[in-house]
């Protein structure tokens, strides 16, 4: 079976795995699921992400690693943006992506027009990179593009701004709404059921966010499990709109293994009934 795994706030906060979460994830492996991340988190580059979880005890391959950054990679590549300049408004994780899809990220300090502004979580943000951006769009006529909109992302010390927080200055200056590339945007879990060789209904995603995981999973025909380690509570649940509802909730990654061999074994059910 194939799980999706969003990250902060599933497997970890900050860098703090959750309790069981890689034994957790290892025990998924070991009974022979194929395990794919995807966060809209920009900050860091697939490599990085492979490293993180490597340390956390969590051996993986940057195949299997899906990030917003690394989406907006993919979609400038598809309409034909290589050789073009960027302005990253992000992390050093946003820039190495936007360099691997091909492009020229654009130095703040760089006098000639970028061709795109691409926004995410950047934890560095001033006045000065914001007035950049703002010059860029509404002046030079650049395409915005954000990777995500999430407005906070779980923490050890609590929720902190995420992505959305970002991207929403620059489109409040410049009256620009961006491209928006990452969750619940369909164009990451597309690229991971063509690479996993799979139809949407024979997957599941496991998230925390239900305006961004599971709607966006449930939008493109995904099974959904909800955890609660990172921003939904319990006492959200009975309150969410039907298209955010979640098929399965878990209090933590622990009872994920179980839940994915009843799947699992449904599905070999299933399968077995229709070759009759």
């Known amino acids: 079976m194939v799980l999706v795994f969003d990250l902060d706030g599933v497997v970890y906060l900050g860098n703090t795995p959750l309790p069981g979460a890689i034994e957790a994830l290892n025990a998924l492996a070991n009974d022979g699921h194929a395990l794919y991340f995807l966060t809209n988190n920009s900050t860091r580059s697939r490599a990085a992400y492979v490293e993180k979880l490597g340390a956390m005890g969590f051996a993986t391959h940057t195949d299997f690693i899906m990030t917003s950054a690394f989406a907006t990679g993919l979609y400038l590549r598809s309409i034909g943006a290589e050789g073009k300049r960027v302005l990253v408004v ?25 061709d795109y502004v691409v926004a995410g979580l950047d934890r560095g943000l001033t006045y000065a990179r914001l007035l950049r951006a703002h010059q860029e769009v ?12 999430d407005a906070t992302y779980p923490h050890e010390e609590g929720e902190i701004p995420g992505g959305g ?7 409040c200056s410049t009256g ?16 991971i059921l063509e690479l996993a060789g799979v139809a949407a209904a024979g997957a599941l995603m496991v998230g925390d966010r239900p305006e961004t995981d599971i709607l966006g999973a449930k939008a493109l025909g995904f099974g959904t499990a909800l955890v609660l380690t990172g921003v939904a509570r319990p006492e959200d ?26 799947l699992a074994e449904g599905v070999s059910t299933a399968h077995s009934r229709a070759e009759r």
């Not at 620009?176 to 690229?191: D, N």
């Open 176 to 191: 620009v709404r961006p491209i928006t590339i990452g969750k619940p945007e369909p164009h990451a879990w597309r690229r």
């Open 237 to 262: 649940l009975p309150l969410l709109p039907e298209d955010q509802r979640p098929d399965h909730v878990l209090a933590d990654l622990r009872e994920l293994p179980a839940l994915a061999r009843r």
């Open 90 to 114: 992000g992390e050093s994780g946003l820039g190495e992506e936007m360099t691997l899809a091909g492009l020229q990220v654009v130095s703040y300090d760089d006098p000639e027009p970028a």
């Open 138 to 149: 509404t002046e030079r006529g650049a395409i915005f593009i954000a990777t995500n909109r």
């Open 165 to 171: 927080a970002i991207v929403a200055p620059i489109e």
